[in-house]
């Protein structure tokens, strides 16, 4: 055995996180959703699988490999993504929502491929709201997680976050300015403010799997605490 053991924040504990896009399906062909590479919150299963952690990762569709020891569930739509958080939140201390869930889905899903019409005459599409996933964690009376949100932003960042970790009624949120270069949604690195009821704290910019260690510390400190 190994005399260098790594630090062990959240050995024995469970985490859920979820990943990636959405995909809202129009038709058999046809779907909404993002450019979401979901590169942030396969970082943060990884740091937590690491921390000692047992990890379930609820993916979206995106094109990465799975964290060495963390269980994943892939789902396509909201409504899976929110099916399977909900009963891995059942069991789990630390909720984690990373995904770039879609805000909105079709109304309808047609059962076979939309035709479009002969003539040039507009077409409207109706669309209906989503469940908030992590909103829906964080209003649990019981078998509550400490929860943890993202807040993309391009304008305003920290106060449309403070405003998310409020009506959300999270613990934390970690708030993300989508509209700088090199940073966010696509991006290998991202820089981000963290915020929560004390204040916030601002993590210089650095690669998303460097961030993601420093996030899980955070997080198994503040998780600790509750
Ligand atoms: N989120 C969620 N379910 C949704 C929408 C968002 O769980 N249907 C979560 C995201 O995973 C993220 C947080 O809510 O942790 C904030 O997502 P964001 O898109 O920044 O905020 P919204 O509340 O959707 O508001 P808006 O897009 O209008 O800024
Ligand atoms: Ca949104």
């Known amino acids: 055995e190994s005399l260098f053991r ?10 859920t996180i979820t990943a990636g896009p959405t995909r809202e399906a129009l ?3 046809r779907y909404l959703s993002n450019h979401s590479s979901g590169k942030m919150g396969f970082a943060l299963a990884a740091a937590a699988q690491r921390a000692g952690a047992e990890v379930t990762l609820i993916a979206g569709p ?10 994943r569930v892939d789902v396509t739509g909201a409504l899976e993504m929110r099916d399977a958080a909900e009963r891995a939140a059942d069991l789990c201390d630390i909720f984690i929502g990373a995904a770039a869930v879609a805000d909105f889905r079709p109304a309808e899903v047609a059962e076979q ?5 002969d003539d040039n005459s507009e077409e409207t599409l109706a669309l209906i709201k989503n469940p908030d996933i992590v909103a829906g964690i964080a209003a649990r009376k ?3 997680p400490f929860t943890v949100g993202f807040a993309a932003e ?13 009506r959300k009624k999270l613990d934390m949120i970690v708030a993300n300015d989508v509209s ?7 991006s290998d690195r991202n820089a981000v403010t963290v915020i929560d009821a004390n204040g916030s704290m601002a993590l210089p910019s650095a690669l998303k799997t460097e961030l993601a260690e420093q996030l899980i510390e955070i997080i198994a400190a503040k ?3 509750q």
């Open 6 to 15: 790594p630090q062990q924040s959240l050995a024995g504990r469970k985490v």
């Open 27 to 29: 038709d058999p062909v």
């Open 113 to 117: 491929k939309i035709k479009k019409r």
């Open 154 to 166: 391009t304008e305003k960042v920290v106060e449309h976050a403070q405003g998310k970790l409020a």
């Open 223 to 225: 998780a600790q605490k």
């Open 62 to 71: 995106v094109n990465l490999a799975t964290p060495a020891g963390v269980k």
């Open 180 to 186: 700088v270069a090199d940073s966010g949604f696509n």
């Open 142 to 144: 019981e078998r509550r």
